[in-house]
């Protein structure tokens, strides 16, 4: 179960938009990351360059975690919202759920549940 202070270094770290040194600083070395019903990818490495790729393809990203967040046990919910900004100023807005299981102070599994229509870019 990680602690208070562990999971508000890690929503702080995500919301300062450092989410490959969050990966780096807070998911074991064999965790696994799900979008939606996806096979998950494997292994903390895999999931650094998957976030990579991401967020190459944005020219920014703003990163909110909309409170509360639900800690039972091992088990964490996150409500995120990501608005990312393309490099031809097209926008995304993402809302999600992130479902996480901690061993301790890391993150062992994390399960996003989002509406893939969400992807949609849109005009400002």
Known sequence: ??????????????????????????????????ENLDPPRVGRDALIANEERALAMAASVRSQCVRPVFVHGDHVVIRWIFEFTGHDETVRRIEELAWQRWEGERIVQEQFFYDPKQFAPQRR
């Open 1 to 34: 179960m990680p602690s208070a202070e562990t999971l508000e270094r890690f929503i702080a770290r995500v919301e300062a938009n450092a989410h490959v040194e969050a990966i780096r600083e807070f998911y074991v070395e064999h965790a696994t990351m799900q």
